[in-house]
């Protein structure tokens, strides 16, 4: 047994795309707390031009960060001079708010005399099941988000292997684009789940892309040219053939995950036999559907597997991930003492050695 740990306290910083947060965690030992996870949303900033404006986003982290910070700390009942260590996130996302967050950590890091930790934003989703359910590695991880859907085999902190990403759209972004086709605002999941909970799941055949391929990836772009057909087939659209559309898409989606990520989970089986039971667990803003939670839920009853789903506003973008991020690096002895050094950078693969795959994570801003 090792010598009892003492406590990490870490305030974590992220403003990778359009919400601009701070939190504060501590790890004691094993035991994990959020102290505090303060989110501030720039939806409402960014609604009237369909989708994130990268300028605004960078302008709006500038005018909320301080502010953000200071609620941060005040809710976690703490000081800066009482935290252990600073995280932000690094990359990646949109430069110009990366900027704003990295530099916002390294002044504070600077002014206190704390280290800094640069984290990667999918770490963050990478980790956030052991802050919420104490997970042991390895497990597999689906992040299906606005600018990423891949499969991530988590062996440890800092140690991932991609085993599945898309070759086209993310998965968020197939469903913000649907959106728009069929005329319905951003963002655009939440607005098709709510469409599709009147519609026929069935008028529409739409494709089931790489259904039955050996190789493990997603695509979505097909699918979002068969709904523009059959969307201007049929225009202009009443609400109930947006109802119909975005029922069907939705199935067509979730058939979709089931076959490709069933895939994974096989994989997974083979490679660690050992792992008596193996978990998959979900982040993303796409994780908020209820149809594919569910879809997911019944897929790992029938592989054996744990299904870990952690609360939504720990799946969608957050600081809490970010500083607990940094906790786990800290405890794992991976401070990097050239962090102050580090430039944002808005394409980050958490596995080095994935080929990347052209198109991919396209829009790269959400992760
Ligand atoms: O994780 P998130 O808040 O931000 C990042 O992308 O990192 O994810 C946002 C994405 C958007 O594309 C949004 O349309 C999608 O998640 N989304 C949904 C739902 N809620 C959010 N997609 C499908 N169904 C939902 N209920
Ligand atoms: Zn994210």
Known sequence: MGAPQREIRVLGIETSCDETAAAVVSLDGVRAEILSNVVLSQIEDHA????????????????????????????????????????ATAGPGLVGGL???LMTAKALAAASDKPLLAINHLEGHALTARLTDGLDFPYLLLLVSGGHTQIVLVKGVGSYERWATTIDDALGEAFDKTAKLIGLPYPGGPNVEKAAASGN???????????????????????????????????????????????????????TLEERVGRSLDRFRREFAIVAIPALVVAGGVAANATIRSTLQALC???????????????????????????????????????????PRSRWPLDNDAAPLIGAGRRGAKA
């Open 99 to 101: 900027i704003v967050g």
């Open 201 to 255: 799941a069935e008028r529409f055949a739409f494709p089931r892309p790489m259904k039955g391929e050996a190789r493990p990836d997603f695509s979505f772009s097909g699918l979002k040219t068969a709904v523009r057909q059959a969307a201007t087939a049929i225009a202009p659209l009443s609400d109930q053939d947006v109802a119909d559309i975005s029922a069907s898409f939705q199935a067509a989606i979730a058939e």
């Open 301 to 343: 009853n029938r592989h054996g597997f744990a299904f870990v789903a952690p609360p939504l506003d720990l799946c969608t973008d957050n600081a809490a991930m970010i500083a607990w991020a940094g906790a786990e690096r800290i405890r794992a002895g991976l401070v990097d003492d050239d962090a102050m050094h580090f430039a």
């Open 48 to 87: 009237i031009f369909g989708g994130v404006v990268p300028e605004i986003a960078a302008r709006a982290h500038v005018e909320a960060l301080d502010g953000i910070v200071e609620a941060a700390l005040a809710e976690a009942n703490t000081s800066l001079d009482e935290v252990d260590a600073i995280a």
